[in-house]
């Protein structure tokens, strides 16, 4: 016996170091650090297999304040000896690069080719007040038709929810957004998984679809795939703010892609619209900004008739898909909805400072404004 837990000792402290290499293989974190003593930064990462991605912004002192930059996207990827490469997506300018120590310590340089030396940087996974943690939850299969390798049909989900830490109305609003947010219309059922539904009628849909069509040539021409993820583009100062990217693929089409935000106020514990920030008559005025950053975007003069370039309409409505961010707020535009599928989705951001004369009088966000 002596003998026996002198052996498992050892193969404990063996062992030892190969657990604590393991990490999570799905995750979420808000992580907080600095890159120097006048650049801060802040970034809402996810984890998914080895799959790497999410948002992050920086900060950076003038003259006694803090002005942020907005959020700015990162994708990239974590190996199994848990180095990681965050690329800024569509940029080719600068990515960060580093160790993932476990999912609260990030520690790497940013390398920027406009300058000489990479920056180290360091970043902690931090829950200040006004910030909450949120639980992954993920759910990945794929299905072919009966007695088949091809047409397959891919479904692949990965959420971010409350955890139940919240006031138990603000848990429930903020859960059935988002479920509405991801399709499901369903009666609520505390014991069935609403996820599952949502898979369930998505394979039988394939499968009807299908049923009638001679699948005997080419059959991997007819595969489906349906993805749904979740990012954060701000998780502090009390304000939450939800990403929901979808992307649905049937056969040889192009696949289409559809991003929805929520916005919520955790200290209100309520969904937040477009009236909580602006008023009506406001609402409309904030159009002259969405035309010229519309116009910035596309490299468009202010002369240029936007229908006569292809877009719906000459003036751009301020849209109630929209997003908060300590930089400013964003409107997004998903394809169809101002412009052809050519032009593709339409991201227009206003910063704070440019747009706060137009805000409600007694709008409760000035803490999150003026960080």
């Known amino acids: 016996m002596k003998y026996q837990k002198l052996i498992l000792l050892l193969l404990a402290i063996g062992l030892a170091p190969m657990i604590r290499a393991q990490a999570p293989t799905s995750f979420y974190e808000h992580y907080t650090g600095l890159i120097s003593e006048e650049v801060k930064l802040t970034a809402d990462l996810v984890k998914v297999k080895d799959g790497f991605a999410g948002y992050y912004y920086y900060e950076f002192n003038e003259e006694g304040s803090w002005i942020s930059s907005k959020p700015i996207a990162l994708d990239g990827y974590l190996d199994d000896q848990h180095q990681f490469v965050l690329n800024e997506f569509g940029g080719q300018t600068s990515f960060f690069q580093g160790t993932l120590e476990n999912t609260q310590l990030i520690t790497g340089q940013w390398v920027n080719k406009n300058l000489k030396e990479e920056v180290n940087f360091t970043l902690k996974a931090t829950y200040a007040p006004g910030t909450i ?5 993920e ?3 794929t299905r072919t038709l009966a007695g088949q390798t091809y047409p397959q049909a891919e479904f692949h989900v ?6 139940a830490q919240l006031d138990p109305a603000a848990y ?3 859960n059935e957004r988002i479920y509405q947010l991801i399709g499901y219309r369903g009666a609520v059922d505390p014991k069935k998984n609403r996820i599952k539904i949502l898979e369930e009628a998505y394979f039988q849909q394939f499968e009807s679809s299908l049923a009638q069509i001679n699948t005997d040539s080419f059959p991997d021409q007819l595969n489906w795939e349906k993805s749904i993820r979740m990012d954060v583009i701000n998780n502090e100062s009390s304000l939450l703010c939800l990403q929901i990217e979808t992307f649905a693929k049937t056969g040889n089409r192009e696949g289409t892609q559809v991003k929805k935000y929520l916005v919520f106020d955790l200290e209100e514990n309520k969904l937040l619209q477009l009236t909580d ?5 406001k609402t409309m005025e904030v159009r002259q900004f969405l035309d010229l950053r519309l116009r910035e975007h596309y490299k468009l003069d202010s002369l240029q008739s936007l229908t006569a370039l292809g ?3 000459d003036e ?8 908060v961010h300590p930089g400013g707020i964003g409107f997004y535009y998903n394809v169809f909805e101002i412009a052809p599928f050519s032009n593709g989705p339409t991201d227009l951001f206003i910063p704070w400072a440019e747009i706060e004369a137009f805000l409600m009088e007694d709008h409760p966000f000035g803490a999150f404004i003026h960080r």
Request: overall charge negative; glycine content about 0%; proline content about 6%.
């Open 133 to 137: 943690p949120l639980q992954l939850v």
């Open 139 to 141: 759910e990945h299969e």
């Open 158 to 163: 990965a959420l971010l929810f409350p955890t």
């Open 172 to 174: 429930y609003q903020l």
């Open 277 to 281: 920030f602006f008023s009506e008559e």
């Open 311 to 313: 877009f719906f309409n």
């Open 316 to 323: 751009i409505e301020a849209t109630r898909n929209f997003y």
